[in-house]
């Protein structure tokens, strides 16, 4: 009765908790009082294959305590995988609060340090170019995380919460996108460094000086004010929080690689992914405009892009686009073309999705099998009539796009390999596309960080390996351990790395053609014997690969 009271009273403390280190602490507890801390440090189980993972520890630890540097190399080799022996599993990840097995966690400190290991030798013990093969190799194989924000109207602004989090805890990955509201936030991440975004959940515009006070009084008077959201209030709100940049100018500025999802405002169109790299023209406010166009509710948008003169000019005239979410919410699959992404943390706030998707994620194989039947039939009796109507399109037009909207919607994965879903909802759904106070502005806020407090250490430990092998490729290219250009090639894996940001060419641009021919070769490196003009040439072509 007791430890009843006692959960009670911790449960509390953790909704109540105003920073996620009062909620770990909470946690923690929690899980001494239910057992989960013992059956953190028990490796045995059949949820996963804890021989296995066992086994490969001990032998890297012994590796690394015998300095056997290329035989750690070779074990690394052999393959680093995110779900070795079964160790992503979902359900390892939600037993316990605070954290999952202690032996996967140990798994994955040992090759985090493996890695750095690796990474800082002497080119003496293992050749640069070796080492550049295998990070280029490796960072391709275990592939990256991306987050993806839903759509969802007013409650977009969960979608703040959950970012305030990852930024804190330095786990917000580069790859993020971004539909309808979701795509607002994604907007003012694509266009402001970590600094500028860390004040979000204020609700200012994200400058600086006495103007941003100002600004940050008229946005609050856009959100909160009258009855409905109006177009010109949504022009506002973008334009307050938005710079007119460019998607290009955006990632040379941050280096996030963000994603806008639109869709088409006619039928026998696809939907479209915005990018720097679909699209690095395009000016980012009218992307964001345009996932914002809910159908019924705002005029389809026209895009806008900067042509070769620096001047605004119509992109693809002939078309209009309204809310990504119609068409892809989650476009998990074109992110993976495009940034090798293979690991998505969700955040999900779409009414329409959320009220199909059981927050029950352990529930039994027959209720998720029924669940998928009824989904399946709903998509079938859709098809049906949508093929109907399509062949009577002249006569019933409206019927027609109100279908090919409705099996879009239900056409679409809504979860991912994580999946964050703030239990917050509007007693009135009507209320989606009205104005909030700032009380409710903040209490959304304020949810979205708590659910994602209860995912932070599944993210941190699924995105470990990725985030170091990011760390060390940026370290090789831009940073202390770059080697003599002259002196390696780099790996033709390099290709998949994304274009150099702003700061990074300024780096490059820092170091004289000189420097890079007098660049002494390590300590058991042959001298390559080249020409300084060899070298300016080299140089050259490392600015431009990047």
Request: with cysteine; proline share 4%; aromatic share 6%.
């Amino acid at each position: 009765m007791r430890n009843k009271r006692k959960l009670k009273s911790l449960a509390r403390a953790m909704a109540k908790s105003d920073n996620y280190a009062d909620w770990l602490t909470a946690a923690r507890d929690h899980d001494e009082i239910t057992g989960m801390t013992d059956w953190r440090h028990v490796e045995h189980t059949d949820l996963y294959d804890y021989a296995q993972i066992r086994l490969r520890l001990d032998r890297l630890k012994n590796l690394r305590a015998r300095s056997d540097h290329q035989g750690l190399l070779y074990a690394l080799n052999e393959g680093i995988h995110g779900n070795m022996g079964g160790m992503g599993k979902g359900v390892l990840y939600r037993m316990a609060k605070s954290g999952t097995k202690r032996l996967i966690e140990d798994y994955i400190d040992e090759i985090d340090e493996s890695l750095k290991l690796l990474a800082e030798l002497d080119d003496s013990i293992i050749p640069a170019q070796q080492k550049l093969d295998f990070f280029y190799r490796a960072n391709i194989c275990f592939g990256r995380s991306a987050l993806m924000l839903s759509g969802g109207g007013a409650l977009g602004f969960l979608h703040l919460g959950v970012v305030n989090v990852l930024l804190e805890q330095g786990l917000l990955p580069r790859v993020i996108s971004g539909s309808s509201a979701g795509a607002l936030v994604a907007g003012v991440l694509a266009c402001h460094t970590d600094d500028e975004v860390a004040d979000l959940e204020k609700l200012a515009i994200l400058q600086s000086g006495a103007k941003a006070k100002e600004e940050a009084g008229f946005l609050r008077k856009v959100l909160t004010g009258g009855p409905n959201i109006s177009l010109d209030d949504l022009e506002h709100l973008i334009e307050g929080l938005i710079p007119n940049a460019t998607f290009e100018e955006a990632y040379a500025k941050t280096g996030r690689q963000v994603s806008i999802t639109i869709a088409p405002a006619e039928p026998h169109q696809r939907s479209r992914l915005l990018n720097a790299v679909t699209s690095p023209n395009v000016y980012i406010r009218s992307a964001v405009m345009a996932s914002c166009a809910v159908p019924g509710v705002f005029p389809a948008v026209m895009l806008m892009a900067r042509n070769v003169h620096g001047e605004p000019q119509p992109y693809l005239p002939g078309r209009r686009w309204i809310d990504g979410s119609v068409a892809d919410d989650l476009p998990a699959k074109r992110l993976s073309r495009l940034f090798g992404t293979n690991h998505h943390i969700v955040s999900m706030v779409n009414p329409i999705a959320t009220a199909f998707i059981s927050k029950d994620e352990d529930r039994g194989a027959l209720s998720k099998a029924a669940g998928a039947l009824g989904v399946g039939v709903g998509r079938e009796f859709l098809n049906f009539y949508r093929g109907l109507a399509q062949k009577r399109g002249d006569n019933w037009p409206r019927f027609n796009m109100m279908l090919h909207g409705l099996h879009a919607l239900m056409d679409q994965e809504y979860t991912g390999d994580i999946n964050i879903m703030p239990s917050f909802r509007l007693a009135n759904p009507l209320r989606l596309l009205s104005h909030l106070n700032e009380e409710e502005l903040l209490r959304l806020t304020h949810h979205g960080e708590h659910a994602c407090y209860e995912k932070v250490e599944a993210i941190r430990r699924c995105t470990q390996i990725s985030r170091t092998l990011e760390d060390i490729l940026y370290r090789f290219e831009y940073g202390d351990l770059r080697p003599d250009p002259v002196a390696v090639r780099r790996p033709r894996s390099s290709r998949r790395r994304p274009a150099a940001t702003r700061a990074q060419r300024a780096k490059l641009d820092n170091v004289p053609n000189e420097t890079v021919a007098k660049i002494k070769p390590r300590r058991g490196r042959k001298s390559s014997g080249k020409a300084s003009a060899a070298a300016a040439v080299a140089q050259k072509s490392l600015r431009v690969t990047h």
